[in-house]
């Protein structure tokens, strides 16, 4: 894929770059060692210090990355806006909560005392440059979410960002450079996917973290094990929204709109599949169908749209793809199946909601990037349950009941790496975010995300 910013809305090219040459890989990589060495020895109260002033400074550019943001992948402009705001909610939360997160841990002496200690300390310590390879759904957020942790725990970042969005990678290393960070502590490096592997092998570079496709997980796992080096992968969903007799439905159908379509539809942590007990299926189908049709599809930079465009023409097709391939196999079209009856010349497709899914279609199987919804109906929880735990991913998972019974059920056995009850699925700063089964390993967020890039040194003291 070429490094361009192509407007999905209309699939005009905007703008091309050249990708590094290994001369200025090079570089990079040795600036991105010389500011670790430097940067891990700053203290927490100056770490706190950039990151609220790289905060601030995206604050005040919100406006204009929004737009950017929304020209190269085709988020709608005021959800664009929402993610530049929570990313510097986060940077802002890790600022204040770093230190505490990385604070020094103390065993009681009666747990070391037969290790012949006087006293043992546990200190987390940063491990050098990282290197993060990224998708472009969330161009800004995925980002932040990564470079504040580790930059506050004292790394530096090495940001391989898909190649549909360039301009937002370029922006976010000018940022911490407007921010006040030394050269190297947060680099672009404008390459294409099959330089990754060269750049990972490098000695200079001490672990990597992907979002972004199971192939793509495997292969910088893959690499890493080869080089045994830390990785931390979120790759794939396919969440479930269980919906059971006691939930509040009127609420449960309105949120399953936004559950599905946020971001187009082109989110990991998406709601995907509707599992509805028969006791209120009717209820539920009714209310989604009619909530998905009222949607606005247009131009991402309107504020009256709710759906914009997808990322790609290979992501239309694959979509399209999918819901051929169920149609084909008798699943029923309830509304939406197709791309916009109006003439348009972007990647479109219209809020869709399939029901009568078996598992012969590859939809069952497959994960929907877009704005593309199967419903199904069950007679149990049991039926619930099994139905969740039917897929290779286990991303996230929402479940509507207001019955303790239900929710200690789902919490103990549906597979996934959260239960989300009576409402949609959400990443915070201060919530462990991360997959099981395929969709990855790891956590980003919370005290876990920052620890995950340090070295657990344990301190012994002998007499």
Same mark, same amino acid.
Do not use: N
């Given at each position: 894929m070429p490094i361009a910013t192509v407007n999905p809305a209309t699939g005009e090219t905007l703008?091309?770059?050249?990708? #590094?040459?290994? +001369?200025?890989? $090079?570089? =990079?990589?040795?600036?991105?060692?010389? @500011?670790? &060495?430097?940067?891990?020895?700053?203290?927490?109260?100056?770490?706190?210090?950039?990151?609220?002033?790289?905060?601030?400074?995206?604050?005040?550019?919100?406006?204009?990355?929004?737009?950017?943001?929304?020209?190269?992948?085709?988020?709608?402009?005021?959800?664009?806006?929402?993610e530049a705001a929570k990313c510097v909610k986060a940077m802002r939360w890790y600022a204040a909560n770093a230190e505490s997160? #990385?604070?020094? +841990?103390?065993? $009681?002496? =009666?747990?070391?005392?037969?290790?012949? @200690?006087? &006293?043992a300390v546990v200190r987390y310590r940063p491990i050098g440059p990282v290197l993060a390879v990224m998708p472009w759904n969330f161009p800004l957020w995925q980002v932040v979410r990564f470079a504040a942790p580790a930059l506050m725990a004292g790394n530096v970042g090495l940001l391989k960002h898909a190649s549909n969005v360039p301009q937002t990678a370029l922006y976010l290393e000018e940022l911490f450079l407007r921010a006040g960070y030394r050269e190297g502590c947060f680099q672009t490096l404008l390459i294409g996917s099959g330089a990754v592997d060269g750049v990972l092998r490098d000695a200079r570079v001490a672990a990597a973290t992907l979002t972004g496709s199971e192939p793509a997980g495997r292969a910088v796992a893959s690499t890493a094990g080869d080089e045994v080096k830390k990785t931390v992968l979120e790759l794939g969903g396919s969440d479930p929204y269980v919906v059971l007799p006691s939930a509040d439905v009127e609420k449960a159908a309105k949120t399953a709109v936004?559950?599905?379509?946020?971001n187009n539809g082109q989110s990991c942590i998406a709601a995907k599949r509707f599992i509805v007990h028969a006791d209120v299926y009717d209820a539920f189908r009714d209310r989604f169908v009619a909530g998905m049709r009222e949607l606005t599809v247009g131009d991402p930079m309107s504020e009256e749209t709710d759906v914009g465009p997808l990322s790609s023409e290979q992501g239309l097709g694959d979509l399209e793809e999918l819901v051929e391939d169920a149609v084909a196999k008798g699943a029923a079209v309830?509304?939406?199946?197709?791309?916009?009856?109006?003439?348009?010349?972007?990647?479109?497709?219209?809020?869709?909601?399939?029901?009568?899914?078996?598992?012969?279609?590859?939809?069952?199987r497959e994960e929907a990037f877009g704005p593309v919804a199967t419903l199904y109906r069950v007679d149990s929880l049991d039926e619930a349950v099994a139905l969740a735990n039917d897929t290779p991913f286990g991303l996230s998972s929402n479940v509507w009941t207001r019955d303790d019974d239900d929710i200690a059920r789902c919490v103990r056995d549906i597979q996934a790496g959260g239960v989300f009850f009576n409402g949609m699925t959400a990443s915070h700063p201060g919530l462990p975010f991360g997959g099981a089964k395929r969709s990855g390993y790891g956590r980003e967020l919370a005290g876990e995300g920052i620890r995950e890039f340090c070295n657990a040194t344990t301190v012994w003291y002998g007499p």
């Open positions: 703008k091309t770059f050249d990708a #590094l040459t290994p +001369e200025e890989v $090079e570089r =990079r990589l040795a600036t991105a060692e010389a @500011a670790y &060495r430097e940067h891990r020895l700053t203290s927490f109260a100056d770490r706190r210090t950039l990151l609220e002033r790289a905060a601030d400074v995206l604050e005040a550019d919100v406006e204009d990355v929004a737009r950017t943001m929304t020209l190269e992948m085709g988020k709608p402009l005021k959800a664009a806006r929402a997160l #990385l604070a020094d +841990e103390h065993p $009681e002496p =009666r747990d070391v005392e037969d290790s012949g @200690a006087v &006293r936004t559950a599905r379509v946020q309830l509304c939406g199946g197709a791309r916009p009856d109006r003439p348009v010349s972007g990647w479109f497709y219209t809020p869709t909601v399939l029901a009568g899914i078996t598992e012969g279609m590859r939809i069952h």
